[in-house]
Nanobody
Framework: QVQVVESGGGSVQAGGSLRLSCAASGDTYRVDCMGWFRQAPGKEREGVATISTHDSRTYVADSVKGRFTISQDNANLMQMYLQMNSLKPEDTSMYYC????????????????WGQGTQVTVSS
C-alpha cells in the first residue's frame, strides 16, 4: 500500500501565493507518477499537474499554466510540491495529492492512492 498526505492549504486573497506539499510513504517503489488534482463543489475533478518519479517530466493544466509549478525534492522523489502564484478566486477548491503506479502520468484514471485533501480558498 501507498499512503499519501498533503498539506499547505489555506485562505489567501486574489493575487497571492500558496505552496502545497505532499509526501508518499509505504510501498513507494510502486509509484511512477504523482499528481495534484482539485475538485470544487458541483464540479468535476480536474487534473492540475503531474510529475514522473523516473524522469521528472511534468504536466500542467492549461487553466493554471504560468501560475502553478509542480516540483519534487531531488533527495526524496516521494516529496512533491505545488507552488501556486497569482491565485484567482476560480482556483478555490479542495486540492488532492495522488500517486499512480502507471508510467503514463497524464492518465488521470490510473491514480489509485489519494490523500485526504487540503482546502484552498481565494477571495477577491
Amino acid at each position: 500500500q501507498v499512503q499519501v498526505v498533503e498539506s499547505g492549504g489555506g485562505s489567501v486573497q486574489a493575487g497571492g501565493s500558496l505552496r502545497l506539499s505532499c509526501a508518499a510513504s509505504g510501498d513507494t517503489y510502486r509509484v511512477d507518477c504523482m499528481g495534484w488534482f482539485r475538485q470544487a463543489p458541483g464540479k468535476e475533478r480536474e487534473g492540475v499537474a503531474t510529475i514522473s518519479t523516473h524522469d521528472s517530466r511534468t504536466y500542467v493544466a492549461d487553466s493554471v499554466k504560468g501560475r502553478f509549478t509542480i516540483s519534487q525534492d531531488n533527495a526524496n522523489l516521494m516529496q512533491m510540491y505545488l507552488q501556486m502564484n497569482s491565485l484567482k478566486p476560480e482556483d478555490t477548491s479542495m486540492y488532492y495529492c495522488a500517486a499512480s503506479t502507471s508510467r503514463w502520468c497524464e492518465q488521470f484514471n490510473m491514480y489509485n492512492f489519494w490523500g485526504q485533501g487540503t482546502q484552498v480558498t481565494v477571495s477577491s
